[in-house]
């Protein structure tokens, strides 16, 4: 069983900053695509960065010099730094994953899997 377990968000002024932390967790063979995305009340879910096994970003425009995503490969762990933030920012961020796992006795699968989402608040 894997799973991915958010965490970091909270209330923060404008202007402020966060730092989101994802941990995959279970029996992992490998990790490709790692990503946040989020929602705001009443809108759909969209893609705010992701970055590749090989550490190639992808970021949404609108959080384009404002956020960096990694990932720690040896933890299993992707990050979202979050500066210069906007009331606009304010939603539930998902992380998500490409992960292939181990299925007994000795195969392997290869899934996409979500994290339960962490709030963040922009609000002054």
């Known amino acids: 069983q894997v799973q991915l377990v958010e965490s970091g968000g909270g209330l923060v002024q404008p202007g402020g900053s966060l730092r989101l932390s994802c941990a995959a967790s279970?029996?992992?063979?490998?990790?490709?695509?790692m990503g946040w995305y989020r929602q705001a009340p009443g809108e759909e879910r969209e893609l705010v960065a992701t970055?590749?096994?090989?550490?190639?970003?992808n970021y949404a425009d609108s959080v384009k010099g404002r956020f960096t995503i990694s990932r720690d490969s040896a933890k299993n762990t992707v990050y979202l730094q979050m500066n210069s933030l906007k009331p606009e920012d304010t939603a539930v961020y998902y992380c998500?994953?490409?992960?292939?796992?181990?299925?007994?006795?000795?195969?392997?699968?290869?899934?996409?899997?979500w994290g339960q989402g962490t709030q963040v608040t922009v609000s002054s």
């Open positions: 970055i590749t096994s090989g550490g190639s970003a």
């Open positions: 998500n994953a490409d992960i292939r796992s181990r299925t007994p006795p000795s195969g392997w699968r290869r899934d996409n899997y």
């Open positions: 279970g029996s992992i063979v490998s990790i490709n695509d």
